[in-house]
C-alpha cells in the first residue's frame, strides 16, 4: 500500500522559475513531513519539513503548505536555479522514526 | 560536525552470500535508521534502532536484519542474497526527541 502518492514524477522548469512538488498521504497518524534533496551518488539531504499544526513553513526559496483536511501538502521552490537539479521525496513520520516516502520527483531547471 | 558515515561505500557479492553493513551516527545522535532504495520500489523503511534495541520494523523478509552497538553505531546484515536485493542502503541518524532524520550517503550493493 503506498501511503505517500508524489506528483509529478519529473518536472522541467525555467531557470527563475516556480518548481511545484505535491504529495498526498492517507495515514493519519503521520506526525511530522520533511523534505529530501537527493542528488546522484548521495544520500538523501533534509531540506524543509513542516508538522501538522502549521499550514505553511518558509526557508529561504522553499516553501511548504499543508493541508490537514485534504491530507495534501505541496513543495514550493522560488527562483529555481540549475544547483536545484536534483531529485526530491516527500515523506511522513509516524511510530518512533519510520519514514514513508512518495516516488520521488525528479527536478531539472534549465539555465 | 562528521556527517553519518557508511562502509563500505560498493560491495560486489553473489548470490546466495551473505553481507554486512557498517554506519557510524553523527556523534551524539543514538537513533540510527536502514533504509533500501532501488528505482522500482523507491525508498523504503528496514528498521529503526535505539539503544541497542529495535524498535520498528519495515516489511522485508527475516533475511534482512540489524543491530546496534553501544556507541551508537549500527550494522545490518542480510543473508542468503537475492538478485533483487540489489540496491542502495541508506543509514539515518537521529537525535532523541527529534523528528530530524540525517542520511549517509549509502552503501550500493550490487549482487550478481
Known amino acids: 500500500q503506498q501511503q505517500v502518492k508524489q506528483s509529478p514524477q519529473s518536472l522541467i522548469v525555467q531557470k527563475g522559475g516556480i518548481s511545484i512538488i505535491n504529495c498526498a498521504y492517507e495515514n493519519t497518524a503521520f506526525d511530522y513531513f520533511p523534505w529530501y534533496q537527493q542528488f546522484p551518488g548521495k544520500g538523501p539531504a533534509l531540506l524543509i519539513a513542516?508538522?501538522?499544526?502549521?499550514s505553511e513553513k518558509k526557508e529561504g526559496r522553499f516553501t511548504i503548505s499543508f493541508n490537514k483536511s485534504a491530507k495534501q501538502f505541496s513543495l514550493h521552490i522560488m527562483d529555481s536555479q540549475p544547483g536545484d537539479s536534483a531529485t526530491y521525496f516527500c515523506?511522513?513520520?509516524?511510530?518512533?522514526?519510520?519514514?514513508?516516502f512518495g516516488g520521488g520527483t525528479r527536478v531539472l531547471v534549465k539555465p | 560536525k562528521a556527517g553519518v558515515t557508511q562502509t563500505p561505500r560498493y560491495l560486489i557479492k553473489t548470490r546466495g552470500q551473505q553481507v554486512t553493513l557498517s554506519c557510524s551516527p553523527i556523534?551524539?545522535?543514538?537513533?540510527v535508521s536502514w533504509y533500501q532504495q532501488t528505482p522500482g520500489q523507491g525508498l523504503q523503511f528496514l528498521f529503526e534502532?535505539?539503544?541497542?534495541?529495535?524498535?520498528n520494523k519495515g516489511n522485508f523478509p527475516g533475511r534482512f536484519s540489524g543491530r546496534q552497538f553501544s556507541n551508537s553505531r549500527s550494522e545490518m546484515n542480510v543473508s542468503t542474497l537475492e538478485l533483487g536485493d540489489s540496491a542502495l542502503y541508506l543509514c539515518?541518524?537521529?537525535?532523541?526527541?527529534?523528528?530530524?532524520?540525517?542520511f549517509g550517503p549509502g552503501t550500493r550493493l550490487t549482487v550478481t
Open positions: 539515518a541518524s537521529s537525535l532523541i526527541g527529534s523528528y530530524e532524520q540525517y
Open positions: 534502532y535505539f539503544s541497542e534495541t529495535q524498535r
Open positions: 556523534s551524539g545522535h543514538r537513533s
Open positions: 513542516i508538522r501538522p499544526d502549521v
Open positions: 515523506a511522513g513520520k509516524a511510530a518512533g522514526n519510520k519514514l514513508t
